[in-house]
């Protein structure tokens, strides 16, 4: 029981902690922090719009991350 108990501590934290390391940090201070901290800002300002055009919003976003170099911020959209 203890053994089961100490491997479920490890995979929750594990899981818990993954996420942080998926993405680009944007609180940092550095230049990269910045710019995705940008491409996040316009992301959601476009994405708000009555008229918007998804596909077009979501393809800016792409490019903005990969501009950026953090090409993980945008999986999934």
Avoid: R
Wanted: proline content about 3%; glycine content about 4%; some cysteine.
């Amino acid at each position: 029981m203890k053994k089961f108990s100490i491997a479920t501590a490890i995979a929750i934290f594990a899981a818990m902690t993954a996420p942080a390391f998926a993405s680009c940090d944007t609180h940092a201070e550095d230049d990269q922090a910045v710019c995705a901290s940008k491409c996040e800002d316009q992301y959601l300002k476009d994405q708000q719009g009555w008229t918007a055009d998804m596909s077009k919003v979501k393809s800016n976003k792409i490019a903005c991350d990969e501009k950026c170099g953090c090409p993980q911020n945008s999986k999934g959209l």
